[in-house]
């Protein structure tokens, strides 16, 4: 009962502030809500005491205050396009802000890890209004494809269990959307309904195999299938529609995003090729979490 309402109290508000801001016509409304949005999230930490929520907690606190420092100072001064600008890349977890991400989604649960990729990527829609396509444009574009690169690295060699290779996943995504954001509001519109539908899938998955607690060769399938590029799979569509947007707008984050998924799909490849070694040793994709 206790975690029903937390759950609801959580969802209800991140539904509520994430319509203001998209409804807001000011960057101090912006900022705002914005706050309210990721104080909403800090509830579903203490669904699962067993967890290490403290850790968990505190990466994503300071994360929080340090871009709302910057998404303040920029609201207040002069400098309001680099300041802000730095204040949601760290918010988003965009490159090369990656690692609380990584902090708080290996030590929480998985209520957190879908807020976390689902309704905190909404204010994403704010960039082309805030920022249009101005001078810092080239920047993010190059700082996007570094970050896909840095990304298919990390793939293989930081991939402790499901959650990390979820981390991966769920911050190119967001790369994407951010690059995206500059070019046309219409096709940031359908590629983020696209991974919403997309992402929540693939975590019901996951989570339905976190609950069994023991990994078989059909799970391992499973949770690999669902996110591997196979023919007719949302994996491959969503892959296609995230190069359309892409291509249609850039090619330096096109190229790194084509470079990062064949790196994705060749490691999940060797997942399910190696199902032996997981079935006998499931931490292999669980993690001690």
């Known amino acids: 009962m206790r975690g029903a309402l937390l759950v609801g109290v959580s969802v209800f508000s991140m539904s509520v502030f994430s ?8 960057l101090f409304q912006i900022w705002f809500f914005l706050e309210l949005l990721g104080l909403s999230l800090i509830p579903l930490f203490f669904l699962c005491p067993q967890v290490n929520i403290l850790q968990s907690l505190f990466s994503y606190l300071v994360a929080s205050f340090l871009a709302s420092c910057f998404i ?17 890349l ?7 802000f990656y690692f609380w991400v990584y902090g708080v989604v290996r030590h929480s649960n998985w209520c957190v890890v ?28 190059w700082t996007a494809f ?9 793939f293989w060699f930081c ?34 309904a696209f991974y919403l539908v997309w992402a929540t899938l693939v975590l019901m998955t996951i989570w339905c195999c976190d609950k069994v607690g023991l990994l078989t060769s059909y799970y391992a399938f499973l949770v690999c299938g669902s996110v591997m590029a196979f023919p007719l799979s949302l994996g491959i ?33 060797n997942l399910l090729v ?12 669980l993690g001690d979490v």
């Open 72 to 88: 303040l100072a920029g609201v207040l001064s002069d400098f309001y396009v680099y300041s802000c600008l730095l204040g949601l």
């Open 274 to 285: 190696n199902y032996d070694l997981l079935r006998s040793d499931p931490s292999l994709l």
């Open 159 to 192: 991939s402790y269990d499901l959650y990390s290779c979820w981390c991966h996943m769920m911050l190119s995504s967001t790369v994407v959307m951010v690059v995206v954001s500059f070019a046309s509001l219409e096709l940031l519109c359908y590629l983020f």
């Open 114 to 141: 879908w807020s976390l990729s689902t309704y905190l990527k909404i204010p994403i829609f704010v960039i082309y209004y805030l920022f249009g396509s101005g001078v810092v444009m080239g920047w993010v574009e």
């Open 237 to 269: 569509f969503y892959k296609l529609l995230s190069s359309y947007c892409l291509f249609s707008f850039t090619f330096p984050p096109f190229i790194a995003w084509i470079l990062y998924s064949i790196s994705e799909q060749l490691y999940f490849l």
């Open 19 to 26: 319509f203001c801001i998209l409804c807001s016509s000011g």
């Open 146 to 154: 570094l970050g896909l690169i840095v990304l298919s690295f990390l």
């Open 90 to 96: 760290l918010k988003f977890g965009v490159f090369p």
